[in-house]
């Protein structure tokens, strides 16, 4: 806008200068214009004065796309190592693009609203093997391992597959031909669906590093197409499991390619505190050079997902009366178990605080990340709604006792009514094309939720007034005056303090919201890191309490027996502008946005309901969805 405003005044300085010129031209008598040329010059004028908004806010102009960044389909050995999945990638994007399929269990499954991009990330690990081997004649492969694993398939014997599955991390390498013949099918499927403005169908795979079965797996998602995708072959953890060699690689091929890709760290409750440890794989102390190289690479994180939700927990953030949603404390991938040390490693809050000690140590901050979110499934189909969860594997997709069931026919695996219904990734951005919402993830312009389709804006700024939130430009005020999620603010001088314009919505199918939360986190004198939850909005006229700092509950209308709620509590939207209230300009500090929704039935109630069955008191019946926006970072060197 300001830049607008400079262009305006511009041209009436121009049309002044050109009015002092005719009459210096015509010996100081004003010059005479005839009704015709005057009409003329106005229609020449407006011509050039856009009057469509959406061409004079072009710069400005985002839109709201749904996808999901992590999804598996029968091209993971482990989809059909431990879960027999039969969906195909083709089949996966028809799925989320909106038509119905049948999973591998039999059931029906349809979504009520289409995503609009999706990535199907398949692990590298292996990649699209065992369906080939599925289809071969076992006796004319030249490879010993793929016609043992041809007929192990054959058999459909579910101990000896999986025992296909102990060779997933085993460095056993795929024949050059293999892998080259299903890369393309890979980048051509994904290139087919893609269409620009209507769905956008990533390339990308799943790199699956998993040192001692510590989870610190990475989803590599390409902006470009397959002329570009196919000139590599995906880089695996049995290449190396250490992300500064996967670094190397994305370097190298944007370097070879003039491409670009980037990497999304999965949510790190598995990684027995290595996601976010404070030195490199090999031992080594965080550098300048890594910090820069990790915030590079991966511009957003995976804070949500059906194996647990990472933005904080409660032990960590024990004032936090909302930091222990959907918590998975049972240890890593082989069941190791988890120490107290590691949390504060595998956490997205106190990974955000120690960035800015990092970023004051060495001027780089390594854990500059958005948040977003992804489902992880392995049947091929992107459900999130707590009515319409279609489940992991196929031994967790809808039926009477699934719940009960471990996700898989392995040892020590968890039990499917520990799942989560989550999450989705939502982008801000221009268009619904590749380019487009890469670059939002980019510059950090995304949210996380844990299933639902809330909406949520943030904009940073220094001078927003009470009143600009609720008109309806505020996007475009947002621009104009501060920075939205995933931004920086710069010091000001004489600035008291940052406020924040934030507004939130319902999913238009789901619960009511019950409040908006801004979370800060930053540095004091001595470097030390905290952390602070402010209750910013709250839905029926509730009031923080001044001596407790907390707002009463939202209330509850879940009726647990018959698996339903009512709106009446609670509120569809929320909005507020509000400033920080501690602000201090020598300080470090991020801040971002939580929004809750009202209680509603979780997927359990839902299958108890549907099935008739009675389950254990232990099991939860009841969730409260919610988003987590990108943080907003201020600087005060900047």
Known sequence: ?????MVVMHGAWVACAAISAGLLFTGGKEPVASAASEAGSMASSSATQPYSPPVRFANEDMNLY?????????NSMDAISLGGATTTPEEAFRFAMGEQIVAASGVPAKLRHPLDFLVVSDHAE?????????????????WQPGRQWSEFLQSGDPKKLAAIYTQFYSGVKVPAEFTQSIWQDVVKTADRFNNPGRFTAFIGYEWSSTPNGDNLHRNVIFRDGAAKAMQVLPFSANDSKDAEQLWAYLRAYEAKTGGQVLAIPHNGNISNGRMFAPETFTGQPLTAAYARERARWEPVVEVTQMKGTSEAHSTLSPTDEFADFEIWDLGNFQQSAKQPWMLPFEYARPALKAGLQFAQKLGVNPFKF????????????????????????????????RYSRAMAPVKNVRENWRLGASGLTAV??????????FDAMKRREV????????????????????????RPDYAHIGYEKGVPMGGDLTRQAGARAPSFMIAAARDPDDANLDRIQVIKGWLDAKGEAHEKIYDVALSGGRKVNPRTGKAPPVGNTVDIANATYTNSIGAPELATVWTDPAFDPNQRAFYYVRVLEIPKPRWTAYDAQFFKVKMPANIPMTVQDRAFSSPIWYDPGK
């Open 126 to 142: 292996f990649l699209g093997v065992l369906p080939k081997l599925a289809k071969a004649d076992s006796t004319k492969i030249d």
């Open 1 to 5: 806008m300001a830049k607008r405003k």
């Open 66 to 74: 749904w996808g999901n960044t992590h999804l598996h389909t029968n």
């Open 447 to 470: 949210y996380a939720t844990t299933g639902s389709r809330i909406q949520v804006r943030v904009f940073g700024g220094w001078n927003f007034a009470k009143s600009d939130v609720l």
């Open 370 to 401: 958005g948040m977003i979110g992804g489902t992880d499934q392995h049947n091929g189909l992107t459900t999130t709604s707590e009515d319409n969860f279609i489940g992991q594997f196929t031994n967790s997709e809808p039926a009477a006792g």
């Open 428 to 437: 801000w951005a221009k268009e619904n094309t590749r380019e487009a919402i």
